[in-house]
């Protein structure tokens, strides 16, 4: 789609909610949430491309940056105002359970986050490689004015696109939130990491942003066994700003894209 | 000419106002409705007249705010040695984006900012022995000019209101000079400019490096005003948002807008924090969620913020 969404992190958040509310109010398991929150999702993403994104989509990049940042501070103060700053836990019953695999020792909430978000990648590019509708959605970001000349309802694509993203990232909210605390900035510090790792592996790189979300996570767990935790994200930030100095287009980017505002 | 008759007019008001008014709180709601309008106008520079959108401006604005509490706390020197020190390394650590970045467009850009303002966010944090983490400075009151220890809060007004007369001509300057229109044209189409032998880089990275300057000041200021620095705030992401909200409600690329922008701005959310800051204080995420709004809507409906919009009727 070539828009950068600036509350991205804020649907995260979300989601992390929508697993917190579920297993609170309704005992539900959050992965049983998972099956309900993915259409939810998409139906969310649906509606703010269709209230918020679509005047937009075809204005300057200053425009569609502060309309996300507007959107951001909304969401996170919306959280706020209804759910206060308080930063709330879901502890299912295995959440002290741990498996072990050779020598490293998992969680098992982070195990089944880690399975589930492989094969949610895996299905991901399937579909946007080989899907009609993937190839759609390909076509409308590589030239709109061409796509729309094929007969392809290129406002549509781009709303499937928006909503199948928010859909993405409201399942990873769901999966994170038996891990980490849910707080109405929770989404930052996720959402950070993720611009870093699509950044780094090249924007509209799938593959790229996955071997990139490895490279981060490497980092990430060097640097804080090398100089301690509290310096990792540091080390991060710092690969990021090199990387985007050095070679904007990422590992696997096309090159220039960076110029274009691509 | 009528903008410059208003601009006479506000900065007339505002610096007779202490003359009049004795009201701590009001004196107090025009120093910071002066030092945010100064950043804004300092944000003005680099993101409307130069099109560099920044999102990380509060770098700067924390490393004047630590530059002035530093140099009291640490080695018992005047705040306004602090200032010009924050100053000089704001403006040194944005000639510095400036140039590596200067390839990046649109939300490259501004993810770029974001990152830088994280680290720093991080640094100080981190680095308890010299910035004493996370918990902040509190920043000593020796009374005097020199020690900027003043308690008169007039006096306070007028300060910041040179601030804020040095920041508003330096707008008008970008919008009457030969190098103004060379960096609108930059910011229109920075090709078009190149090939008309415009030295686009060297107007970019300048703007960036006065506008960080500028917004330095404002922080020494701001946080020799305010007795305290906190590195969650002064490096915040909110703290970016609100010089560019700020600055976008008024008018980018308009002298006078970003100080409007800031009196509606730090009025509407005073008002809000009064009414609703008792009861329950989540609640004070209202006025955040009426900004987010106000920019999603002005963005859209009227981007040239207030001015243009007055200039259109």
Known sequence: ??????????????????????????????????????????????????????????????????????????????ALVLWTGDARFV??????????????????????????????????????????????????????????????????????TWAVGIACVGAAGVLLAPIYAVYPTAGLQFVLIAYIAVV?????????????????????????????TGWKEVLYLLLFIAILIVRPAGLFGQRGAEALGM | MRTYGAAIGFFAVVGLAPLVVSDAFLLDSLVLILIWGSAAGAWNIAGGYAGQISLGHSAFFGLGAYAAALCGVRWNISPWYGL????????????????????????YFVIATIAVSQVLLLGASRWRGFTSGSEGIPVPFRPGFWTLGIADKRIWVWIVLALALLVYLAQVYL?????????????????????????????????????????????????????????????????SIRFSLSAIIGGLGSALGPFLGAVLVTTVETWLRAQFGGLGSHLVGLYLILYGIALIVMVRYAPQGLMGWMRER
Not at chain 1, 202 to 221: D, H, K, Q, T, Y
Request: hydrophobic letters at 60%; aromatic letters at 10%; proline letters at 2%.
């Open chain 2, 175 to 239: 919008e009457r000079s030969r190098r103004g229109f060379q960096l609108a044209a930059v910011r229109e189409d920075e090709d078009a400019a190149l090939s008309l032998g415009v030295a686009a880089r060297r107007l970019k990275v300048a703007a960036i490096a006065v506008s960080a300057a500028f917004t330095a000041v404002c922080g020494a200021l701001w946080a020799q005003y305010v007795g305290f620095v906190d590195p969650l705030y002064v490096f915040s992401i909110d703290l």
């Open chain 1, 1 to 78: 789609m070539r828009v950068v969404n600036f509350a991205h992190g804020e649907f995260l958040m979300l989601g992390m909610y929508a697993a917190f509310w579920a297993f609170t109010l309704l005992h539900a398991d959050p992965y049983l949430t998972l099956i309900v929150a993915v259409p939810l999702f998409l139906a969310v993403g649906w509606g703010s491309y269709a209230l918020i994104m679509r005047p937009i989509v075809h204005t300057s990049h200053n425009v569609q940056v502060f309309t996300t940042v507007g959107l951001s501070i909304v969401l996170q103060n919306l």
């Open chain 1, 200 to 228: 780094l592996g090249g924007l509209g790189n799938m593959v790229g942003a996955l071997i990139a979300a490895l490279i981060v996570a490497a980092v990430e767990v060097i640097g804080s066994y090398t100089i301690g």
């Open chain 1, 91 to 160: 502890r299912t019953g295995y959440y002290g359970e741990v498996i072990s695999i050779g020598g490293a020792v998992l969680n098992v909430a982070q195990a089944v986050a880690f399975v589930l978000a492989v094969a949610a990648t895996a299905a991901l590019f399937v579909f946007m490689r080989w899907s009609y509708t993937g190839k759609l959605m390909r076509a409308t970001a590589q030239d709109r004015a061409a796509a729309a000349l094929m007969g392809i309802n290129t406002d549509r694509i781009y709303a499937l």
């Open chain 2, 84 to 107: 010009a020190i924050g100053a000089a390394l704001a403006s040194a650590a944005g000639m510095v984006i400036g140039f590596l970045s200067n390839r990046l467009r649109g939300p």
